[in-house]
């Protein structure tokens, strides 16, 4: 009795989050859609956060399950990898509005949402690390690879239930396998860990790990007010100062009044987005020189990211915002990162040859496992180690279109040198292509 009174509960609240969204969750409307009483709901859970929690656990246990018996119905190291993807599309194909539960309203949850994810995280990195370790050569993925092959599948996933194709998602089981194996190259892997180049950038990391340009930038018009707000913001991010990133501290630092705030901005969440889209930029800016400096594209793309890391790196503005947590901004910040990686993306890949661009299901893959390993080195306090990973994120984007080998001779430095890459913004956007 008490287990179905559970499961009705469960199945109420990935009703009631599909149509209202997390924030709209309430005790009352679980109680009144599972036909139980409040007590039966507080004899089972703390407060909604806690079924909330207890039925995304549920839901990942489920896929898990299923995975692993799909797994096991098969013979063969690629049948099994492949039933593997396969099993978690159709869940999620089969049950979208559980689906969307665990992998896009979880994004509005706090920290024990968070934490929640990260554990889930590790879970199908286990799943996935095991498949790949099952062939007869031994060949391991190591782990920041792993996490970024999850990653990528997840954003996969996402992208279709946020458009509504989960139904398609099955189709592209076949897709993301054959994107994981051109991955999977031992000589290629170790090259991929290698940092960036000696001499690629142009800002020196002192030795205790701490950016030498840590300063927020102060090029703004005192006369600008918006310019003023945006400047305030950064500062009270820099210094840590969270509990002040209201509308009166913000107005406070800045020295302007509440009516000019909201001349400018409707709320402190698009405040935020707009430090960070105007800190970005310039980020971006230096990457976009640095690809169009290279020889080949594919050396462009390696000097690019290298250049992107090193900005997130000595920027605390960016990293500290983006550990910032508002209420509203959980989907929005994952947006936002995104957002950020697949316009360097874009830019990377409109001087790729038709030929070797990569299709629309592998570039969306590739830009979710990048986006997702410098959030995770981000939120993680890591921010200054992104340089570190500049070379396995060069090889998730460009091992899948030029082969793994030719993508690890880019990163350790043994390419020739070639023509300046020549702009061209009539190319196709990247991924677009099929």
Known sequence: MAEHQRARMHAATIELVDERGYAGLTVAAIVEKAGVSKHTFYENFNDKEDCFLATYRVIVRQTAREILFARQRERGYRARVRAGFLAFSQQVAKQPMAARLALISILEGGGAAKEARFHTS????????????????????????????????????????????????????????????????????????????????????????????????????????????????????????FEALTVAGIRRAAGISRRCFEQHFDSVAECLFATL?????????????????????????????????????????????????????????????????????????????????????????????????????????????LPSIAGAVTYLLLAPSIDAERAASVIDGSHADSPTIARNDDQERFGQSS
């Open 122 to 241: 590790g879970l199908f990195e286990t799943l996935v690390a095991d498949s790949l370790a099952e062939e007869e050569d031994g060949v391991a993925l190591p782990p920041i690879l792993v996490k970024g092959i999850v990653a990528g599948a997840i954003r996969v996933a996402q992208a279709r239930l946020l458009a509504g194709q989960e139904a398609d998602l099955p189709d592209a089981a076949d897709g993301l396998v054959g994107w994981v194996f051109s991955l999977r190259n031992e000589v290629a892997m170790n090259a991929c860990l290698v940092g960036a180049h000696a001499g690629t950038s142009s800002m020196a990391v002192v030795a205790d790990g701490k950016a030498t340009n840590s300063g927020v930038r102060r090029e703004q018009s005192i006369g600008d007010e918006r310019a003023m707000i945006l400047s305030a913001f950064a500062q009270l991010a820099m210094k840590g100062q």
């Open 277 to 385: 889209e105007q800190r970005a930029e310039g980020v971006l800016a230096e990457a976009r020189s640095a690809f169009y400096r290279a020889g080949e594209w594919p050396v462009g793309v390696y000097l690019a990211v290298s250049r992107l890391c090193e900005g997130l790196a000595r920027d605390p503005v960016l990293t500290s915002l983006s550990l910032f947590e508002l209420p509203v901004s959980g989907p929005e910040a994952v947006k936002w990162e995104t957002d950020l990686v697949g316009e360097l993306c874009d830019l990377l890949w409109c001087a790729v040859p038709p030929r070797e661009r990569p299709t629309r299901l592998v570039a969306e893959a590739s830009v979710g496992a990048v986006s997702s390993l410098v959030y995770h080195h981000v939120v993680a306090g890591k921010a200054q180690r």
